[in-house]
């Protein structure tokens, strides 16, 4: 089905036609089903468990929640968009090293969730990591690794500071 | 925690995950992640009433719509029109009657998910709207109409053991209710179905604990032979129980071969609640006989577990319920009425500790009441009664797993405690956080207990052996199973198996799928048993193939040869060669079946070597309560766990870390609310699990005292963390209240009304 | 549908004439929930996100009072020198879903979806807020106590929009609580905002989750009144908490019971009294 309201958004700095679209569709539809990208994960529709965290405007937000015909001024990052083609950022290898990662459903949009944290506030205490991540529910995990992996990430970073 | 480095990642080691690359970057892909050319969404109608009779279904304004390529009833079932793990008594479409709210009664395939919603809305379905049976008490009455042809109840069972008449000095007794806990894996219900180009078969990429016994109930609905039916593991994100039942594969594989084209289904969250089972409510009766000094000497117990509309596991997990109410501890004399029932309520079935986590919650809150009623304290009741390896179960089963329940009690008093609360802490460390609605002095803490035995593997008579392959060329191994890696991590446990056994650094893992037999399902904590036990057995034989091999071109009688790390080295003479540059160009490849030892069915007195093994644990919980306002804040979970050996300490923590914040959901947060037989709170708005900021600071201990019958000396360590920490926490907040908790979820108005 | 997105309020209005059922879009975090959810099918939107003079705010100390555009968001609420003009806005705002929500939600979506669970609402309450609203016939302002007339019930005209709204800066106290059953991320069982003159000592308490609308104890406002200064007994502010609860008019749903409701509001109001007179 579609609509004929053709627009372009801004993802991981590409200009990416959207046409043939329903318009009611979220950002987080269109990134997945449309323009190949499903990094970010859908598992609430609601903003009840983060796993669809993209930044929009250096803005962490829940992907599921944007219409995306509403955001064709944003600059939008998704988890892909993070680390050139075949490496990993620290927060990806850190979450590897230390067992963060079980299922891996929650793991993109936590790790999205944790790069926007540490671009705003590079030392944060446990606490803060802990309320940042508030909105991205992990079943498996209990957050113990996830945790300790964003520790790794602060100590690292304050070593090369 | 430090990362243990060895130069191969065998076992005992810290192995890394091998999917975890993909994971992160976002690369890895979840079956909802699939997308296939020329493919249509499917999606299911369900009923909006628990209980009603259809009158009559008209799909005509649905296939009205432009973009509709299907809509499919019962009717177009050409198979058998039931499922089920147990007894098939689900259909895959409601035939003349809905047993309960969200039951499927049509599917459709369209060309957009917003078609299909709107072809969802346009099936016109008259109901002639029934009273539900949804008190599980009443089910049990004789006098209550049978709401399914194979009647109101799925099961009883009693246990009567050693001398019933016995009375005890001290008898305490309690009613304990435990509330209907969802799975609530992240990864919602996924499929990708493939229509053979000949239409008379299907391939199926499908997030699922167990491709086999899928495989087998969607052939027979789908009336084609099994071999045609043909499944493919998509990534699984999360399973806890909740992907064992069949829940949109059915669906999938008929409007795929109907409309010859490729289907995705996924659920939304709200259709998820309802798409699949839950684990039991449970109300359980229970009276303790104990000696003056606090030694049980008998127990009487009445448990009724509300399955639901369909049986699903539920006879399964009624037994497991109550082989297991004597707790991890001694217990000459017992008297157990077991039943699970249906109702039209959500159909209940497996979910991590499978009927344990609610005979936990019960025998706990009845240990802390004994110990009261002895003068003892919480540790002391039990240890005074902890069971030991030999010691025979009310079933008449003795314990020949390692049972280390002393060692768990002690070693997890032995972890230390939490500071004091300071006066002025941080918001986020209170009760009610940043709703800032607690101050220090409004809080009160709390210690608790809770201990628990889980069996692993499958029990009553049930062969649930597990198949692999080991292909051995040039010192690259690969492994072949059936194995669901649902996220505990087996795809990292294999290769170290591998690695250790034959020397050997590259593994790669194949994908899993039906070409291979089957490797039993992921649950009951049974995979690094049971498949760890099939790769190892392949292994093996791989080693000995490649022994006689390096035997015979150097003349050496193979059983002189060992794997010492990376190379093949003869015992009694200089040999010394990689396992690499073994044997060049030659391929070993070796099947393994892993059975474990035979189990039985219980008698009438539910009397019977039923269960396989069991492992222990311990919890210790501290918890801050504002008691004037019933909001709870789990500070600490100590535990030491019976593990038998740590073959990857890092995922074994994990586990326990995971299990935990599932226990602590069960035991302050999460509950399905059912109201007359409908779900209230189908959506992760009200259905509340546990944040980072609710995860308490875990600190534990690893018991390692490898069980001989273990393939690898590892018992599972998946679901004793999640089942004695719920009675803990529940302890926890009566010493800080001294409120009477009977209930999990404990609910603020339990605590300050 | 259509999704418009105009760039100043003046095209929007404008659009809003033209279509007098399309939805405002704002942050999103309730709009598309329903669609989502398949709860509502708009034909015509017209999304704010562009609108440059919605994200303003204002504080002037001259005339004491603060201005926060309709499409300011939680989290700039928080971050922002509004945390220390209106800090009840700012402890209401940190609790409001989780930091992706705050980052993406308004002023303007929690006063146009009006729940009696909105999470600021308290807070406008209490302190008397102005809503200002425009549409192409011009602009008018509203107290909030006019603006919310039920659950999700505004007094909004067909063609009208939230520009923003206006709250006075008070020399005293102010502090908000909510209850909800977890530690994070939860809709409100009940909440509360009290607001405390130093001038005249008088109080102003708002209640939220706890009726239809937003309740103002205006009884128990009275009663502190009329009781004598200090104003500082623990046993003053038990009686204050019985006399607010005894005004709210909880439901018994499937979040908390209408008993633990009122129970929550007498905690929470004994609370924040004492909070107000502790410092």
Same mark, same amino acid.
């Given at each position: 089905?579609?609509?004929?309201?053709?627009?372009?958004?801004?993802?991981?700095?590409?200009?990416?036609?959207?046409?043939?679209?329903?318009?009611?569709?979220?950002?987080?539809?269109?990134?997945?089903?449309?323009?190949?990208?499903?990094?970010?994960?859908?598992?609430?529709?609601?903003?009840?468990?983060?796993?669809?965290?993209?930044?929009?405007?250096?803005?962490?937000?829940?992907?599921? %929640?944007?219409?995306?015909?509403?955001?064709?001024?944003?600059?939008?990052?998704?988890?892909?968009?993070?680390?050139?083609?075949?490496?990993?950022?620290?927060?990806?290898?850190?979450?590897?090293?230390?067992?963060?990662?079980?299922?891996?459903?929650?793991?993109?949009?936590?790790?999205?969730?944790?790069?926007? %944290?540490?671009?705003?506030?590079?030392?944060?205490?446990?606490?803060?990591?802990?309320?940042?991540?508030?909105?991205?529910?992990?079943?498996?995990?209990?957050?113990?690794?996830?945790?300790?992996?964003?520790?790794?990430?602060?100590?690292?970073?304050?070593?090369?500071? | 925690?430090?990362?243990?480095?060895?130069?191969?990642?065998?076992?005992?080691?810290?192995?890394?995950?091998?999917?975890?690359?993909? +994971?992160? +970057?976002?690369?890895?892909? #979840?079956?909802?992640?699939?997308?296939?050319?020329?493919?249509?969404?499917?999606?299911?109608?369900?009923?909006?009433?628990?209980?009603?009779?259809?009158?009559?279904?008209?799909?005509?304004?649905?296939?009205?719509?432009?973009?509709?390529?299907?809509?499919?009833?019962?009717?177009?079932?050409?198979?058998?029109?039931?499922?089920?793990?147990?007894?098939?008594?689900?259909?895959?479409?409601?035939?003349?009657?809905?047993?309960?709210?969200?039951?499927?009664?049509?599917?459709? &395939?369209?060309?957009?998910?917003?078609?299909?919603?709107?072809?969802?809305?346009?099936?016109?379905?008259?109901?002639?709207?029934?009273?539900?049976?949804?008190?599980?008490?009443?089910?049990?009455?004789?006098?209550?109409?049978?709401?399914?042809?194979?009647?109101?109840?799925?099961?009883?069972?009693?246990?009567?053991?050693?001398?019933?008449?016995?009375?005890? $000095?001290?008898?305490?007794?309690?009613?304990?209710?435990?509330?209907?806990?969802?799975?609530?894996?992240?990864?919602?219900?996924?499929?990708?179905?493939?229509?053979?180009?000949?239409?008379?078969?299907?391939?199926?990429?499908?997030?699922?604990?167990?491709?086999?016994?899928?495989? +087998?109930?969607?052939?027979?609905?789908?009336?084609?032979?099994?071999?045609?039916?043909?499944?493919?593991?998509?990534?699984?994100?999360?399973?806890?129980?909740?992907?064992? $039942?069949?829940?949109?594969?059915?669906?999938?594989?008929?409007?795929?071969?109907?409309?010859?084209?490729?289907?995705?289904?996924?659920?939304?969250?709200?259709?998820?609640?309802?798409?699949?089972?839950?684990?039991?409510?449970?109300?359980?009766?229970?009276?303790?006989?104990?000696?003056?000094?606090?030694?049980?000497?008998?127990?009487?117990?009445?448990?009724?577990?509300?399955?639901?509309?369909?049986?699903?596991?539920?006879?399964?997990?009624?037994?497991?319920?109550?082989?297991?109410?004597?707790?991890?501890?001694?217990?000459?004399?017992?008297?157990?009425?077991?039943?699970?029932?249906?109702?039209?309520?959500?159909?209940?079935?497996?979910?991590?500790? #499978?009927?344990?986590?609610?005979?936990?919650?019960?025998?706990?809150?009845?240990?802390?009441?004994?110990?009261?009623?002895?003068?003892?304290?919480?540790?002391?009741?039990?240890?005074?009664?902890?069971?030991?390896?030999?010691?025979?179960?009310?079933?008449?089963?003795?314990?020949?797993?390692?049972?280390?329940?002393?060692?768990?009690?002690?070693?997890?008093?032995?972890?230390?405690?939490?500071?004091?609360?300071?006066?002025?802490?941080?918001?986020?460390?209170?009760?009610?956080?940043?709703?800032?609605?607690?101050?220090?002095?409004?809080?009160?803490?709390?210690?608790?207990?809770?201990?628990?035995?889980?069996?692993?593997?499958?029990?009553?008579?049930?062969?649930?052996?597990?198949?692999?392959?080991?292909?051995?060329?040039?010192?690259?191994?690969?492994?072949?199973f059936a194995t669901s890696e649902v996220g505990q991590g087996f795809v990292t446990l294999a290769p170290q198996i591998a690695r250790s056994v034959l020397g050997v650094t590259d593994v790669v893992v194949e994908p899993m799928d039906t070409t291979i037999g089957s490797a039993g399902s992921t649950s009951a904590s049974r995979q690094t048993w049971m498949s760890g036990g099939a790769v190892d057995g392949a292994c093996r034989l791989v080693r000995e193939r490649l022994f006689e091999h390096v035997g015979l071109a150097n003349g050496i009688d193979a059983l002189r040869l060992v794997i010492e790390d990376d190379e093949i080295v003869d015992t009694m003479g200089t040999l010394r060669i990689k396992v690499t540059?073994? &044997?060049?160009?030659?391929?070993?490849?070796?099947?393994?079946?892993?059975?474990?030892?035979?189990?039985?069915?219980?008698?009438?007195?539910? *009397?019977?070597?039923?269960?396989?093994?069991?492992?222990?644990?311990?919890?210790? &919980?501290?918890?801050?309560?504002?008691?004037?306002?019933?909001?709870?804040?789990?500070? *600490?979970?100590?535990?030491? *766990?019976?593990?038998?050996?740590?073959?990857?300490?890092?995922?074994?923590?994990?586990?326990?870390?995971?299990?935990?914040?599932?226990?602590?959901?069960?035991?302050?947060?999460?509950?399905?609310?059912?109201?007359?037989?409908?779900?209230?709170?189908?959506? #992760?708005?009200?259905?509340?699990?546990?944040?980072?900021?609710?995860?308490?600071?875990?600190?534990?201990?690893?018991?390692?005292?490898?069980?001989?019958?273990?393939?690898?000396?590892?018992?599972?360590?998946?679901?004793?963390?999640?089942?004695?920490?719920?009675?803990?926490?529940?302890?926890?907040?009566?010493?800080?209240?001294?409120? $009477?908790?009977?209930?999990?979820?404990?609910?603020?108005?339990?605590?300050?009304? | @549908?259509?999704?418009?997105?105009?760039?100043?309020?003046?095209?929007?209005?404008?659009?809003?004439?033209?279509?007098?059922?399309? @939805?405002?879009?704002?942050?999103?975090?309730?709009?598309?929930?329903?669609?989502?959810?398949?709860?509502?099918?708009?034909?015509?939107?017209?999304?704010?996100?562009?609108?440059?003079?919605?994200?303003?705010?204002?504080?002037?100390?001259?005339?004491?009072?603060?201005?926060?555009?309709?499409?300011?968001?939680?989290?700039?609420?928080?971050?922002?020198?509004?945390?220390? /003009?209106?800090?009840?806005? /700012?402890?209401?705002?940190?609790?409001?879903?989780?930091?992706?929500?705050?980052? /993406?939600?308004? @002023?303007?979506?929690?006063?146009?979806?009006?729940?009696?669970?909105?999470?600021?609402?308290?807070?406008? !309450?209490?302190?008397?807020?102005?809503?200002?609203?425009?549409?192409?016939?011009?602009?008018?302002?509203?107290?909030?106590?006019?603006?919310?007339?039920?659950?999700?019930?505004?007094?909004?005209?067909?063609?009208?929009?939230?520009?923003?709204?206006?709250?006075?800066?008070?020399?005293?106290?102010?502090?908000?609580?909510?209850?909800?059953?977890?530690?994070?991320?939860?809709?409100?069982?009940?909440? =509360?905002?009290?607001?405390?003159?130093?001038?005249?000592?008088?109080?102003?308490?708002?209640?939220?989750?706890?009726?239809?609308?937003?309740?103002? =104890?205006?009884?128990?406002?009275?009663?502190?009144?009329?009781?004598?200064?200090?104003?500082?007994?623990?046993?003053?502010?038990?009686?204050?908490? =019985?006399?607010? /609860?005894?005004?709210?008019?909880?439901?018994?749903?499937?979040?908390?019971? !209408?008993?633990?409701?009122?129970?929550?509001?007498?905690?929470?109001?004994?609370?924040?009294?004492?909070?107000?007179?502790?410092?």
């Amino acid at each position: 089905m579609s609509e004929n309201q053709i627009y372009t958004l801004t993802v991981n700095g590409s200009q990416r036609e959207v046409k043939d679209s329903w318009i009611g569709e979220s950002l987080l539809y269109v990134l997945r089903e449309r323009l190949g990208l499903p990094g970010a994960k859908g598992a609430c529709e609601q903003g009840e468990c983060g796993s669809c965290t993209v930044m929009m405007d250096g803005a962490a937000v829940c992907s599921c %929640l944007v219409l995306a015909a509403s955001a064709v001024d944003a600059d939008i990052k998704t988890v892909e968009g993070l680390a050139p083609d075949g490496s990993l950022t620290d927060v990806q290898q850190s979450f590897i090293n230390n067992g963060a990662v079980q299922c891996g459903f929650c793991t993109p949009g936590l790790i999205v969730a944790i790069h926007n %944290l540490l671009d705003s506030q590079p030392n944060p205490s446990e606490l803060e990591v802990r309320e940042a991540i508030s909105g991205n529910i992990c079943r498996c995990t209990g957050y113990g690794r996830i945790f300790a992996a964003v520790q790794d990430v602060i100590e690292q970073r304050g070593a090369t500071r | 925690m430090s990362t243990v480095k060895t130069r191969r990642d065998v076992l005992g080691t810290n192995a890394l995950r091998p999917d975890g690359a993909a +994971k992160v +970057k976002g690369e890895f892909s #979840f079956s909802s992640d699939m997308w296939s050319d020329g493919m249509l969404w499917g999606a299911t109608l369900r009923s909006p009433h628990p209980y009603a009779r259809i009158v009559r279904i008209d799909t005509s304004p649905a296939l009205a719509i432009d973009g509709v390529r299907a809509v499919l009833t019962a009717e177009d079932v050409p198979g058998v029109l039931t499922y089920g793990l147990i007894d098939q008594d689900q259909p895959v479409f409601a035939v003349d009657y809905v047993r309960y709210m969200g039951e499927p009664v049509a599917a459709v &395939a369209a060309d957009h998910p917003e078609t299909c919603r709107r072809a969802l809305a346009a099936i016109i379905v008259e109901y002639e709207v029934l009273t539900p049976l949804t008190d599980p008490e009443l089910s049990l009455d004789t006098s209550t109409p049978a709401i399914h042809p194979n009647g109101n109840v799925f099961r009883h069972q009693r246990i009567v053991h050693g001398d019933t008449s016995v009375v005890g $000095d001290v008898v305490v007794e309690g009613e304990y209710e435990i509330g209907m806990q969802d799975q609530a894996f992240l990864g919602l219900e996924a499929a990708m179905a493939i229509p053979d180009a000949d239409g008379a078969g299907i391939e199926l990429h499908i997030a699922t604990q167990w491709l086999h016994e899928d495989q +087998k109930q969607i052939a027979a609905c789908l009336g084609l032979p099994i071999e045609r039916v043909r499944l493919v593991l998509g990534g699984v994100g999360g399973a806890f129980g909740a992907r064992e $039942d069949i829940s949109l594969q059915v669906h999938s594989c008929l409007l795929a071969l109907t409309t010859k084209r490729p289907i995705k289904m996924q659920y939304s969250r709200e259709e998820s609640f309802f798409g699949h089972v839950h684990r039991h409510p449970a109300r359980v009766h229970i009276r303790h006989h104990a000696k003056a000094d606090g030694t049980i000497v008998k127990i009487e117990a009445r448990m009724l577990f509300d399955g639901g509309a369909y049986a699903s596991t539920s006879s399964a997990v009624l037994i497991n319920g109550i082989t297991h109410i004597q707790g991890p501890y001694r217990c000459p004399s017992a008297v157990v009425d077991g039943f699970a029932v249906r109702t039209n309520n959500p159909p209940c079935g497996a979910m991590r500790g #499978f009927g344990v986590v609610q005979a936990c919650y019960a025998h706990e809150s009845q240990m802390d009441r004994l110990a009261e009623a002895c003068g003892l304290s919480h540790v002391e009741i039990r240890l005074r009664n902890a069971m030991r390896t030999g010691d025979t179960l009310i079933t008449g089963q003795p314990v020949e797993s390692v049972a280390p329940v002393e060692r768990c009690i002690r070693e997890t008093d032995a972890l230390p405690l939490p500071p004091p609360l300071i006066d002025s802490p941080d918001v986020l460390e209170l009760p009610g956080g940043t709703g800032l609605t607690s101050r220090s002095e409004n809080i009160r803490r709390g210690i608790g207990w809770g201990v628990s035995i889980k069996n692993i593997m499958y029990s009553e008579g049930f062969d649930d052996y597990s198949t692999a392959r080991c292909t051995l060329q040039d010192g690259v191994v690969a492994l072949k199973f059936a194995t669901s890696e649902v996220g505990q991590g087996f795809v990292t446990l294999a290769p170290q198996i591998a690695r250790s056994v034959l020397g050997v650094t590259d593994v790669v893992v194949e994908p899993m799928d039906t070409t291979i037999g089957s490797a039993g399902s992921t649950s009951a904590s049974r995979q690094t048993w049971m498949s760890g036990g099939a790769v190892d057995g392949a292994c093996r034989l791989v080693r000995e193939r490649l022994f006689e091999h390096v035997g015979l071109a150097n003349g050496i009688d193979a059983l002189r040869l060992v794997i010492e790390d990376d190379e093949i080295v003869d015992t009694m003479g200089t040999l010394r060669i990689k396992v690499t540059d073994a &044997a060049p160009g030659v391929r070993f490849e070796e099947t393994f079946e892993h059975h474990h030892r035979p189990t039985e069915d219980l008698d009438e007195n539910g *009397q019977g070597n039923c269960h396989v093994a069991f492992a222990f644990v311990a919890h210790r &919980a501290v918890v801050d309560v504002d008691v004037e306002l019933g909001l709870v804040k789990v500070v *600490q979970v100590a535990t030491a *766990q019976d593990i038998g050996r740590a073959l990857n300490p890092l995922s074994v923590q994990g586990q326990l870390e995971g299990g935990i914040a599932q226990g602590l959901g069960l035991a302050v947060m999460e509950e399905v609310i059912v109201q007359d037989g409908r779900v209230r709170n189908p959506s #992760f708005t009200d259905y509340l699990l546990p944040t980072a900021l609710d995860a308490p600071e875990v600190v534990y201990s690893l018991i390692e005292e490898p069980d001989p019958q273990a393939p690898l000396g590892a018992k599972g360590v998946g679901e004793p963390p999640c089942i004695s920490v719920t009675p803990a926490i529940a302890s926890a907040i009566r010493q800080a209240t001294g409120r $009477d908790i009977r209930r999990v979820p404990v609910r603020p108005q339990d605590i300050c009304l | @549908m259509t999704v418009h997105s105009p760039r100043t309020i003046d095209q929007a209005v404008t659009l809003l004439e033209k279509y007098p059922s399309a @939805m405002i879009l704002s942050g999103g975090t309730d709009f598309m929930v329903e669609v989502n959810f398949n709860h509502r099918k708009p034909s015509q939107v017209v999304s704010t996100r562009a609108i440059e003079e919605l994200r303003q705010w204002n504080i002037d100390h001259d005339t004491n009072s603060i201005f926060i555009g309709a499409g300011v968001t939680y989290s700039t609420i928080e971050s922002s020198d509004i945390a220390q /003009a209106a800090p009840a806005l /700012a402890e209401a705002s940190r609790t409001v879903g989780s930091p992706q929500i705050r980052a /993406a939600g308004t @002023m303007g979506g929690n006063l146009g979806t009006c729940s009696p669970a909105g999470d600021t609402l308290p807070v406008f !309450a209490a302190l008397d807020a102005k809503i200002l609203l425009a549409s192409n016939a011009g602009r008018r302002e509203v107290s909030f106590a006019d603006f919310m007339v039920g659950p999700k019930k505004n007094s909004l005209l067909a063609g009208e929009m939230v520009l923003g709204v206006s709250l006075p800066i008070i020399e005293g106290w102010q502090g908000y609580a909510k209850v909800g059953v977890r530690n994070a991320m939860v809709i409100s069982i009940a909440s =509360a905002c009290l607001v405390r003159n130093a001038s005249d000592d008088s109080v102003r308490v708002a209640l939220g989750s706890v009726g239809p609308t937003i309740i103002r =104890a205006r009884a128990a406002e009275s009663w502190w009144l009329d009781q004598g200064a200090p104003r500082s007994s623990s046993e003053m502010h038990t009686e204050f908490g =019985a006399r607010c /609860a005894a005004e709210a008019s909880p439901i018994t749903d499937h979040r908390s019971t !209408a008993e633990y409701r009122r129970h929550a509001i007498k905690v929470l109001c004994t609370r924040l009294a004492a909070r107000s007179t502790s410092r």
